[in-house]
């Protein structure tokens, strides 16, 4: 068992890992992307290899997004094809082979691989050309499969895929591979950490994170296009805040096990030194270097603050823990907490997230509230616990946050539990 002060050592780590960061799946979005320019290509998707499973990653379909209003997204499928010769996907995975196929409607019987029709007949999209490139490391490691859809040419007829198609794509699959997996290993050694330092039940720790992150990228997605934030600055916020979000709760490794795993309700005590994760949290991102550090200090810091001004820690110090000046409160009553809009943005998107996810989830201290009861408890803290039009945007955006519950569900023991997601 490591100390506290060994977590906090190892953890101190993290400070320096992340300015090298970059997420997985924003990565794998701008792959799929300039993939498809490369092509003009209407659709694609990558799949991510899990263990003998492809596991659906990202999706992009121009045709079937232009039928949803401006900013909405696919929702996310939870989508996985076995790794075998069967289907095209699963194909390409297991022989490392491209597949270029002009038309998968018209595939010949005595193929190893069949086209499955499930994707089509739910959304009603028609697949036509369709080149399926594996995504290989320099170690011949196969980690998923890129696979472009209906090539289009300057009427935006589909065509099929050209040799000089193939040759340009392989070149990009290969540079997206190791992409790929640079990210994969960054993604696993930062959850590695967050369980080293032993934080919870480790079954619990990757999908929370994961949870809080992405529930906290929507919200924050659609707060920006309110305010006409240029794409391209999101997508880069989306970066940094899909990290910094992760490690809200870092901070905890400086607590006691006693405390953090104590199966019933806290004393007041014990809550006072729980609270201090927070300032312990932006004391690890406390040597700013980049944005990813900044954010994550900011993150840690605030995402236990409330709108009304009853959260803490308030306006402290991280370095000390005091009072900044001008704050400091009453002589023997609790520090006031920030109010409105001091709280910053990151922190008032993050506690949303996390108040939602740890309501619905298992704690160590609690059973999970079903969905009604989460959904109300958010609603009834607009305008005392959260910024209500956080509140709005999320109730809004309902249907993606239940489909980031889908994606990352808790394990049970012994079930396969890779590293990166
Ligand atoms: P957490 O488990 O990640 O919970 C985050 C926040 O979700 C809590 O912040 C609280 O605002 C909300 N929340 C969680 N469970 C409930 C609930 O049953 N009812 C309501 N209304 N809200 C809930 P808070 O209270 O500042 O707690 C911070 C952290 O302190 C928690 O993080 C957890 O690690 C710990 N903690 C809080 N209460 C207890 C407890 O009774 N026992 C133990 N062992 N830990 C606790
Ligand atoms: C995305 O990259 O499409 C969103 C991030 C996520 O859901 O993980
Ligand atoms: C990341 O988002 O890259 C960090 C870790 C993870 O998602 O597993
Ligand atoms: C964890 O689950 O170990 C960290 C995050 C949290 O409890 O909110
Ligand atoms: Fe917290
Ligand atoms: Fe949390």
Same mark, same amino acid.
Request: no cysteine; glycine share 24%; hydrophobic share 15%.
């Given at each position: 068992m490591l100390s506290e002060k060994q977590k906090l050592d190892t953890l101190m780590l993290l400070g320096i890992e992340l300015n090298r960061i970059h997420d997985l799946d924003i990565l794998l979005e701008r792959v799929l992307t300039r993939a498809r320019q490369f092509v003009n290509a209407d659709a694609g998707s990558i799949y991510i290899r899990q263990g003998d499973r492809l596991i659906f990653a990202q999706s992009q379909n121009d045709t079937l997004q232009s039928k949803l209003p401006v900013g909405e997204k696919l929702i996310y499928q939870t989508f996985s094809v076995a790794v075998d010769p069967t289907s095209i996907a699963g194909y390409a995975a297991a022989t490392g082979k491209l597949l270029n196929i002009p038309d998968v409607y018209t595939l010949s019987p005595d193929k190893r691989y069949q086209f499955s029709r499930r994707f089509d007949q739910a959304s009603g999209y028609v697949t036509r050309s369709m080149l399926t490139i594996p995504l290989i490391t320099s170690k011949k490691e196969i980690l998923g499969i890129l696979q472009i859809i209906n090539a289009q040419d300057h009427e935006k007829r589909i065509r099929p895929f050209s040799q000089t198609d193939e040759k340009v794509m392989l070149h990009f699959a290969g540079m997206a591979a190791v992409a790929l997996e640079r990210a994969q290993m960054t993604r696993a050694m930062i959850l590695r950490m967050i369980r080293m330092a032993e934080m919870r039940d480790p079954r619990e720790t990757g999908p929370h994170v994961n949870r809080v992150a992405d529930f906290s990228l929507e919200i924050y997605e659609h707060w920006a296009r309110r305010r006409h934030i240029p794409e391209k600055e999101i997508d880069k916020t989306r970066d940094v805040l899909r990290m910094a979000a992760m490690l809200h709760d870092v901070g905890k490794v400086a607590t006691s096990d006693l405390i953090l795993k104590k199966p019933t309700q806290l004393s007041s005590e014990e809550y006072e030194v729980m609270k201090q994760h927070t300032i312990q949290g932006a004391r690890l991102f406390s040597n700013v270097q980049s944005d990813y550090d900044e954010a994550a200090a900011i993150i840690a810091l605030n995402h236990h603050e409330k709108w009304d001004g009853?959260?803490? @820690?308030?306006?402290?110090? @991280?370095?000390?823990?005091q009072p900044l000046p001008g704050h400091e409160g009453k002589a023997g009553e609790a520090l006031p907490g920030k109010k409105g809009e001091e709280i910053p943005i990151f922190g008032r998107i993050v506690a949303i997230a996390d108040v939602y996810d740890a309501l619905s989830s298992r704690r160590c201290y609690k059973d999970p509230w079903d969905e009604a009861n989460s959904i109300e408890t958010i609603s009834q803290g607009a305008g005392t616990h959260f910024d209500p039009e956080l509140v709005e945007i999320f109730l809004n955006r309902f249907a993606f946050i239940r489909a980031i519950q889908d994606r990352y569900t808790e394990k049970e023991v012994g079930e396969e539990d890779p590293d990166w997601r």
């Open positions: 009853s959260g803490y @820690p308030g306006h402290v110090d @991280p370095a000390t823990g």
